[in-house]
């Protein structure tokens, strides 16, 4: 019965992903510093599923225990994630975050905190900035990418206090239906393969 489980388990390639014996796995030793075999080591976890809209559900997996964190505050941390996750993309793409250019470990940390900084000052400055109101189809909001190019010009000494306001307002997106924190469209995964050095020669 086992193996007849095992082979409906392995069927699909994209539900698994084997570990070679020769592979290093340096948090499950299988011997200890004394050459005595390491029992397999134990995981338990929680598979909650909960509705997100009408046809809509949501599967995680967790090992927060179960009286502190029901389904219900599961999917409360669930709805919380947005502002994170749209955060990190800003530090990735519009803050240039997602590729580092130095080696050092020193070097890569201050990237980070400038950038970190950076996206920190641009909001403080954008949280203040007043939109004018008018019959339009959609709600308008700061566009980022700009509020960061002028704030990054303020520091510069390029842009002065009194117009910094006034040129981030001037450039603004709408806040689609689509963006908003209640989306629920599927996600659409695309494997990343390895980029070849030979691009290089070209």
């Known amino acids: 019965m086992l193996s007849v489980m095992m082979k409906e388990t392995v069927k699909n390639r994209d539900d698994y992903r084997f570990l070679r014996s020769c592979k290093t796995f340096d948090y499950l030793p299988v011997k200890n510093r004394k050459g005595i075999p390491v029992p397999p080591y134990v995981l338990s976890f929680r598979i909650v599923r909960f509705q997100i809209s009408d046809n809509n559900y949501e599967t995680v997996i967790t090992n927060l225990d179960t009286g502190s964190f029901p389904a219900a505050e599961l999917k409360k941390l669930y709805h919380m994630r947005w502002g994170i996750e749209t955060s990190f993309r800003e530090l990735k793409y ?11 470990t020193e070097s890569v940390l201050q990237a980070i905190f400038a950038s970190l900084i950076m996206y920190n000052f641009t909001e403080l400055i954008t949280s203040h900035v007043i939109f004018q109101k008018k019959n339009r189809k959609y709600v308008y909001k700061a566009n980022f990418s700009v509020a960061v190019h002028v704030c990054r010009q303020f520091l ?10 006034t040129l981030i307002a001037k450039n603004v997106s709408p806040v689609r239906p689509g963006c908003s924190p209640g989306r629920n469209f599927p996600r659409n995964l695309k494997p990343r393969s390895v980029v070849s050095f030979l691009y290089r020669i070209a």
């Open 94 to 104: 519009t803050l240039g975050l997602l590729h580092f250019h130095a080696k050092k």
């Open 156 to 165: 510069l000494g390029n842009v002065s206090p009194s117009v910094l306001e």
